[in-house]
């Protein structure tokens, strides 16, 4: 008989990959679909970091690992956080763990009693309200406005606190708006998080190198919170090494050290392999990301004018990362065939059925009006997808 943790039964799949799933099995059917849905771009690891990995593999760096993460590539993040976000820490304050949703996992499982409140701005990455969920937290949600790029503000948080919120949640540059906060907005945050000791900021920087125009503001700027803050960073986005499997975070040493027991009773150290090529990814100079980022500001300028063609579509233009987040609900109410289409969800199956495209329903990501669209592919491609997708919505009536 078949029985499932009560846990594991109010915990959604992730929509990201459950379309990318379903993008999949129809490629695989030989249906040609153009798959706009993962936060991976066509860009292959850089050489000299593939070289590290092969050095290791060659020099017999294949057993376990410390829990923590090996010494060179503690040492790696230190230098990074003090060359790149002018803060110090200490190598107890460092944790390498199996990419950034698992920094994550370890975060919240650590620090959130039953019934804590977390406060998730929205949209948010789906991973954040699901792992909430685990821990058995409260999310308290709080909708940033289009206009304002869906980025919350100072007195929304200070609205939302209670004595039993335990932490805010932020993630800037943002999956999947592709906004950033402004060293402003961050300050008036900041400033609301000193006034509440108890409370901790967790910020999620893990796209902070695919800006396309101003530098990258981190909360680490803000010495006055270093110890209610807690970084979340990894290799995936800025290295393209979203496979390797290596993220890790900055904390006050207290919640490293409980992150650290809970990694040694799960998941143990971060591969052997993949740590050695990330010393080499963060020892790189900062200049690898310039023609990577030029190469996404070119597909960002171009998405952005195939969406003003269409009528009706709403969007921001996103100042990092890889996402648009345009709202269709102008399309909504529409049939096709004799079905209505209400939802993002419905959107998203009707442009994967009839369009062969496959783009991420906003519901996953709490705003029911949009959808993400992960500009990850050549112009070509993208042209074409849009010509898909404009046709599709001629189609409806």
């Known amino acids: 008989m078949e029985h499932l943790s009560e846990r594991i039964q109010r915990m959604e799949e992730s929509s990201t990959f459950a379309m990318a799933r379903l993008s999949k099995e129809l490629q695989d059917k030989g249906i040609d679909i153009i798959k706009l849905t993962l936060g991976e771009p066509d860009f292959a690891t850089p050489q000299h970091i593939k070289d590290a990995a092969k050095k290791a593999i060659d020099d017999g760096e294949t057993f376990y690992t410390p829990v923590q993460g090996n010494a060179d590539l503690v040492e790696a993040i230190i230098n990074k956080f003090k060359n790149e976000n002018n803060i110090e820490y200490n190598k107890n304050q460092i944790l390498v763990s199996n990419g950034a949703k698992h920094t994550i996992t370890n975060i919240f499982m650590t620090i959130i009693d039953e019934d804590n409140e977390i406060i998730i701005p929205v949209p948010y990455w789906g991973t954040y309200k699901e792992i909430v969920n685990l821990a058995h937290g409260t999310q308290v949600f709080v909708e940033g406005s289009f206009e304002n790029q869906f980025k919350i503000t100072a007195q929304q948080l200070r609205d939302k606190i209670t004595n039993k919120t335990r932490a805010i949640f932020l993630n800037s540059p943002s999956n999947p708006t592709g906004a950033a906060y402004t060293k402003k907005e961050m300050k008036e945050i900041a400033d609301i998080i000193k006034k509440?000791?108890?409370?901790?900021?967790?910020?999620?920087?893990?796209?902070?190198?695919?800006?396309?125009?101003?530098?990258?503001?981190?909360?680490?700027?803000?010495?006055?919170?270093?110890?209610?803050?807690?970084?979340?960073?990894?290799?995936?986005?800025?290295?393209?090494?979203?496979?390797?499997?290596?993220?890790?975070?900055?904390?006050?040493?207290?919640?490293?050290?409980?992150?650290?027991?809970?990694?040694?009773?799960?998941?143990?150290?971060?591969?052997?392999?993949?740590?050695?090529?990330?010393?080499?990814?963060?020892?790189?100079?900062?200049?690898?990301?310039?023609?990577?980022?030029?190469?996404?500001?070119?597909?960002?300028?171009?998405?952005?004018?195939?969406?003003?063609?269409?009528?009706?579509?709403?969007?921001?233009?996103?100042?990092?990362?890889?996402?648009?987040?345009?709202?269709?609900?102008?399309?909504?109410?529409?049939?096709?065939?004799?079905?209505?289409?209400?939802?993002?969800?419905?959107?998203?199956?009707?442009?994967?059925?009839?369009?062969?495209?496959?783009?991420?329903?906003?519901?996953?990501?709490?705003?029911?009006?949009?959808?993400?669209?992960?500009?990850?592919?050549?112009?070509?491609?993208?042209?074409?997808?849009?010509?898909?997708?404009?046709?599709?919505?001629?189609?409806?009536k």
């Open 196 to 396: 509440h000791p108890k409370v901790m900021l967790v910020s999620d920087e893990i796209y902070e190198h695919l800006k396309f125009d101003e530098k990258h503001e981190s909360f680490a700027q803000f010495d006055y919170i270093k110890d209610q803050l807690i970084l979340v960073n990894g290799v995936s986005k800025a290295y393209a090494m979203t496979g390797w499997r290596i993220g890790y975070m900055a904390a006050p040493e207290w919640v490293t050290r409980a992150c650290k027991k809970l990694q040694g009773q799960t998941t143990s150290g971060a591969s052997s392999i993949s740590q050695k090529a990330a010393v080499a990814a963060l020892n790189t100079k900062s200049d690898i990301y310039k023609e990577r980022i030029a190469i996404l500001k070119e597909r960002r300028d171009f998405v952005v004018e195939e969406i003003k063609k269409i009528p009706g579509l709403k969007y921001n233009i996103p100042s990092a990362t890889f996402y648009i987040f345009p709202d269709f609900s102008a399309y909504y109410g529409k049939f096709f065939k004799n079905k209505q289409i209400n939802t993002s969800f419905e959107m998203s199956m009707y442009l994967l059925s009839e369009a062969k495209v496959g783009l991420v329903a906003g519901s996953g990501f709490g705003v029911d009006k949009c959808l993400r669209l992960s500009f990850t592919e050549d112009v070509k491609i993208l042209k074409e997808a849009f010509n898909r997708i404009k046709k599709a919505l001629d189609n409806l």
